[in-house]
């Protein structure tokens, strides 16, 4: 991979009609130059430099906004002749990269063969086909097939399961006209788009998750450890075990089956009502178990745990998720005294989902949750755009990451940020959060610290190594394309961060090697708030 530029831009490239801005190591004139060409057909100055906190390093915006002529062009400073990535600029700059980053789900796939005509080179043999053990019960085996892995381990968990299945769903419903294209995906027969047929693969795993026994969820289905980094999924044969139900998972079973009976309902009355049904069982368990202990592993289990102190904000997004599925009188009730518990109702996170049942309770009709508690919401909505709007305006990339944010994960932290501010756009009207929900794509696709696309295969300069089993088993070159990786995490959680990365200032701790699961790590609920954001503009 060639070495970091002094010039970064969104390497996919820029709307048309939006803002356009590289941002510069060395201050002073700039041509954007006609690649096909070689005709500079633009020249400006960057603005005066400015110290950006997260990276420690001195940067200038130079804008080229008034250029928007679609084509594809390269900066080039006047002064140094250093040279950016080429990139595009048109009216619909990220219909591919989209179409990557959702296509991504049907790498995560479990329990199926990936075929060659779907997965390319990418492909490997079905997997974790066999009962999985109740944990505790060694006599009761429940089928547990189907689904995605999470990330780059063969777990599947019920709480990351549902943020990345809400992300995907609420991107249907805010930009269907994003979804038109098939992807293809095997078995559509066109009756529903393809998100809505990737999302029903996790859906009738996430269905299996619920304890047919007491209406729970179990929190995950994993091995007791991680298989080792190069295991195929179809040799990854340890026993799976369903880990006990917990009110987090049970919370989050509930709130995405009921949002998912809605968006069925068109397409498929049955599994609509399936859905439904899961979703009014769960929350009878939630009910009948309100001081349910929150999940930890059990002392011999390794895989991931998802651990969360606080359950009242999945309670919170079911109730306002099964209010506004059904329109009585008891989830709402429910729905407006969890309002009233301290838990955020802006996060977008996978412990904390406040902000879905926020984005619930503000998509009914005012009605249902009353003139009182939607003011209150909507000023919650609106401080936190606003908030983010100043984390951005603070940072030399306009990331919206405050030097505290660069923690694992935090690509999702920055698509999550992106999906907040978009939603206020719709909400409130500002042009600027929409704009600033733009720089956070920009970040993603390479006009970061380190002039790298976090999207695999996206970009000149793009993630190569992830922490991703099948990748690594498979011995192909190339990653899968459309993966989102981590990103910069200064807490140096895995042996090679700490061994790499130390000292480096925050923005600048990412490794692109394939054991800093810390940092470059892929993961479905990743993907999903990158697949909201990038629906925007790809309709
Ligand atoms: O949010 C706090 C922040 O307030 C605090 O300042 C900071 C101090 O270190 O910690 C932050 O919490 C971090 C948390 O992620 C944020 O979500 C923790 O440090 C960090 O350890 C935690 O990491 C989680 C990681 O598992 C280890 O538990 C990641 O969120 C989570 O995405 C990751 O999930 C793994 C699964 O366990 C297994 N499958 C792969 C998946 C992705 O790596
Ligand atoms: O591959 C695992 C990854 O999915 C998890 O996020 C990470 C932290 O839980 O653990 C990874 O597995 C590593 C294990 O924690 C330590 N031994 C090496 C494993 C593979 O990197
Ligand atoms: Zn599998």
Known sequence: MQTARRIVVNQIGYPADGEKKAIFWDEGEFEVVDAETGAAVFRGATAAPRTDGASGDSVAAGDFTPLDTPGRYYIRHVRTGDRSATFAIGPAPYEDVHRGLLKAFYF?????????????????????????????????????????????????????????????????????????????????????????????????????????????????????RFPPLDRKPEDDLDDLYFLPVSPTATGCLAAVTAMASRAYRPYDAAFADRCLASARRAWAWLAANPDAPNFKNPENVHTGEYGDDCHDDERFWAAAELFRATGEARYRDEMKRLAGRPFSKTALGWADVGGYGTIACLLHDEAGIGPDLRDTLLAEWKSGADRILRTADASGFAVALETGDYIWGSNMLVMNNAMHLLIAGRLFGDPAYEKTALDQVHYLLGRNALDLSFVTGFGDRAV??????????????????????????????????RQSLAGLPPARCFIDHRDSYSTNEVAIYWNSPAVFVLSRWSA
């Open 108 to 224: 995560f796939r479990c329990g199926t063969e990936l075929t060659e005509p779907y997965a390319g080179p990418w492909t490997h043999k079905a997997c974790h086909l066999s009962e999985g053990i109740v944990y505790g019960e060694p006599s009761r085996r429940l089928d547990g097939r189907g689904g995605w892995h999470d990330a780059g381990d063969y777990g599947k968990y019920t709480v990351p399961a549902a943020k990345a299945v809400a992300d995907l769903l609420l991107a249907h419903e805010w930009f269907p006209d994003a979804f038109r294209k098939p992807l293809p995906l095997p078995e559509t027969d066109g009756r529903m788009p393809d998100v809505l047929h990737e999302c029903r693969w996790e859906l009738e795993f996430l269905l299996k998750m619920q304890d047919p026994a007491t209406g729970g969820a179990f929190h995950k289905l994993t091995t007791k």
């Open 464 to 497: 190569q190594n992830p922490h991703y089993r099948p990748g690594v088993a498979d011995g192909v070159a190339d990653p899968v394309p459309g993966f989102v990786a981590g990103g910069p995490n200064a807490r140096l959680q895995d042996d090679v961060a």
